[in-house]
C-alpha cells in the first residue's frame, strides 16, 4: 500500500497554557466527515523508561507518535490534531 499523509495541526505552546483542553475541544467540535484523528504528547509520555540518552523521553514520544499518526492514516484519518510542548 502506498503511504498516505494527512493534514496535521499541532497545538503546542509552553506547560500548562491549554493546549490539550483546547485541542481536545477543537477534536470534539469536529465533523465526524472530517476523518480526524487525536494525539495528545503528554499522554503518549507519561509512561517511558529511564534513559540516559534519552533524558526527557523526546526520542521516544516521537517514535511513538509517528507510529499512532501512521494508525490514524491507515485507517482512514485525513487530518491529525496534535497537543503538547514541542522541545528539540
Not at 22 to 37: C, E, I, P, R
Not at 48 to 62: H, Q, S, W
Request: some cysteine.
Amino acid at each position: 500500500m502506498p503511504y498516505r499523509s494527512a493534514l496535521i495541526l499541532w497545538v503546542c505552546g509552553a506547560a500548562a497554557t491549554g493546549k490539550s483542553v483546547t485541542a481536545w475541544h477543537a477534536f470534539k467540535a469536529a465533523n465526524a466527515s472530517q476523518a480526524l484523528g487525536y494525539i495528545d504528547v503528554d499522554q503518549v509520555g507519561m509512561l517511558y523508561p529511564d534513559d540516559e540518552a534519552d533524558e526527557c523521553g523526546y526520542t521516544l514520544k516521537n517514535d511513538a507518535i509517528t507510529a499512532i499518526a501512521r494508525n490514524f492514516i491507515e485507517a482512514g484519518a485525513r487530518r491529525l490534531l496534535v497537543s503538547g510542548v514541542v522541545d528539540s
